[in-house]
């Protein structure tokens, strides 16, 4: 065994957003069996060293304005139902405690996250009950606007939180439910900022200052996340990751950018975590590959079977041992720490 598969077999893996939950709501195939589609699957994500995935609940825009909850609930009903069948592979992680007690076990602890705040339907009481579910972590917006805030697409209006978005969040803090910041517009990531009490996260977000995309941060909310103790993940869509590809998609993609674009590659994700370490530190970067909501993956991340790559691709940069386990995974077990109640 190499040293880097020897280091990633060690350190904790968490990747912090897949949308692999859409293929099993919507009865495309089994998670618990390993797929020749997609990129995502139990056997596959424990095959690649995971150890922590977080599963994107994902409220998709046929389900807005009004009917995110019944999503969410269907989405839960899979999650629920290809945990409990797999047993012997994975388990609900609703602590840090339960991700010890998983990974001791060597399985896969899976995590509950909401992409879309359109599940809470505007209400405190929804989102108490979602984190009884075992809600953990909340992606306040997709790109659209909500009763929470503005999305990214929505920038033209400057416009941010709502007051039910400033009540939200200070409620997740309350709660132990990491907010989650990739999709919000700018004007809403500085409310959260300037409101949470809490580390927060944007799950599957890269570096602006690389690629010229509106979905990555920029370097004054790199620091401002890297200063409330969060933790950014690393996105493999190509439109997030490639110079060129986030200036030729469509403003809002991550999808293909069309024939004969250039390839992304896994270098050029490192080169992001490159950006944000030079940037803030390596305490404050880790994975968030958005396998399974991507159309394309970069060359060498085809799937999830390929991440000890990135601990290959660290240590080839010189990276330490332990900076190496902090990006694959420490830093989020450490705001998991922070935020989550103890189980």
């Not at 692999?20 to 495309?28: D, M, N, P, S």
């Not at 994902?58 to 389900?63: A, G, K, L, R, V």
């Not at 990751?241 to 950018?257: D, F, I, R």
């Not at 041992?321 to 694959?328: K, N, Q, T």
Request: aromatic share 6%; hydrophobic share 40%.
């Amino acid at each position: 065994m190499t040293d880097a598969a020897k280091l990633h077999r060690e350190a904790l893996v968490v990747d912090g957003h897949v949308d692999t939950l859409i293929a099993a709501v919507k009865g495309k195939r089994s998670l618990g069996e390993r797929s020749a589609e997609g990129h995502a699957d139990f056997p596959r994500l424990l095959e690649g060293g995971v150890d922590v995935q977080l599963f994107a609940h994902y409220i998709e825009p046929d389900f807005k304005p009004d009917r995110g909850l019944l999503r969410f609930m269907q989405m839960a009903d899979a999650f629920y139902r290809e945990v409990r069948a797999n047993p012997g592979l994975v388990g609900h992680a609703k602590s840090v405690e339960d991700i010890e007690r998983l990974r001791e076990a060597g399985k896969l602890a899976c995590v509950m996250s909401i992409e879309g705040g359109e599940a809470l339907q505007g209400d405190l009481g929804v989102l108490r009950m979602l984190f009884e579910l075992g809600v953990r972590v909340i992606g306040l917006t997709w790109n659209q606007r909500n009763r929470i805030a503005d999305g990214i697409a929505e920038a033209r209006t400057g416009g941010g939180l709502t007051e039910f978005g400033v009540a939200a969040i200070r409620e997740m803090n309350r709660l132990g439910i990491v907010v989650d910041v990739a999709h919000v517009s700018d004007p809403g990531f500085w409310d959260v900022a300037e409101i949470s009490e809490k580390p927060f996260i944007a799950s599957h977000s890269n570096a602006r200052a690389v690629c010229d995309h509106p979905r990555n941060l920029n370097d004054d909310q790199i620091a401002a996340l890297a200063r409330a103790g969060g933790v950014m993940g690393m996105n493999f869509a190509p439109n997030f990751v490639h110079p060129e590809l986030g200036a030729m998609a469509h403003p809002l993609s991550g999808s293909k950018a069309g024939e004969g674009a250039p390839r992304a590659t896994l270098d050029m994700v490192l080169d992001h975590v490159d950006y944000i370490v030079e940037l803030v530190g390596p305490q404050h970067v880790g994975l968030g590959s958005d396998f399974d909501g991507i159309g394309d993956t970069p060359d060498g991340l085809e799937d999830a079977t390929k991440l000890p790559a990135i601990t290959a691709g660290l240590l080839d940069r010189g990276y330490s041992e332990p900076d190496i386990r902090d990006i694959l995974g420490g830093n989020f077990l450490r705001v998991f720490r922070e935020v989550w109640p103890k189980g």
